[in-house]
Structures are given as structure tokens and as C-alpha cells.
């Protein structure tokens, strides 16, 4: 569903995913503020790789030092993260290079990655965001995945 359809407050209440670069920064500040939800702007820019964004995503939501590396491990350091917020957290991946030859074939991994945890959060009581803000390409209108179930 659009954001022009639901509000940007009730994409992050339902959680999930926002894709697309239409998000504006200082409103998901503001909406993530609002409803209480840890933040978490991940700058991917120069990530051209997986292990090159994992290592962002590790440094910017500051996971401990015996992160893994990989995709399991992101999977179990945002669980970690999502149930040490009182409600729930918003991961937002700027600028990702998700076409980029280095990155294309892992991208959707870890867009699924970000799917599990939304599952996880859910069925613990927390809300779980995610947003995919592509760097290259012609901007795509922001929307949020359909809730799972």
C-alpha cells in the first residue's frame, strides 16, 4: 500500500517493509519519535557489497563485536535489538545499491532478513520497520508490504 493511501505513522505502526525513496528523513524522525520506535539511519552509500552493508547495518545500530558477518547473524542482533526497545525499532537502509552487481544478487536476502524480524517482532509484542531507499535508478514511489499472515 502507498504512503499516500496510509499514513507514514500507520506504515510504521503495522511495521514491515517501506520501499522506495519517498520517505522523507526529518518525517520518519518525527513519526518514529512520536511512536516511541528506536531509529536506526544506516548510511549505505558506499557499501557495494553484502558484507559491506552488514558491516554498515552493524556499526549504525552498534551490534556487539562477535557479530558474524552474516546474514544469520544480522537476523539474530536485530531480534536482539527489536526486543531491547519498550516498543520496537525502525531500520532504515539509505541509499542501498541494490542493483549494483555487487550487491543485486544479495539485496533480496537481506530484504528477507528484514521480513523474518518483522515476523519475530509481531509475535513478540514489537513493531519492526524497515526501509530500502535505493541509491541508483529513477526514484520509486514509497509503499509498504502487506502485512505477513
Known sequence: MSLDAKTLSECLTTGGALH???ID???LKRE????KLALFDVDCSRAKSKSAVLRAIANAVDFPEHFGGNLDA????????VLDQD???VLALRRIHEDDP???EHAPAIAQVGEDVVEFARENGKTF???????DGAAEPAAIAPPAG
Not at 74 to 81: A, K, P, Q, R, S
Not at 129 to 135: G, M, S, T, V, Y
Open 87 to 89: 516498543v520496537g525499532m
Open 74 to 81: 544480522l537476523y539474530d542482533c536485530l531480534c536482539d535489538t
Open 25 to 27: 528523513a526529518q518525517a
Open 129 to 135: 520497520a524497515f526501509i530500502l531507499d535505493k541509491a
Open 102 to 104: 555487487g550487491l543485486a
Open 20 to 22: 522506495g525513496r519517498g
Open 32 to 35: 518514529s519519535q512520536a511512536l
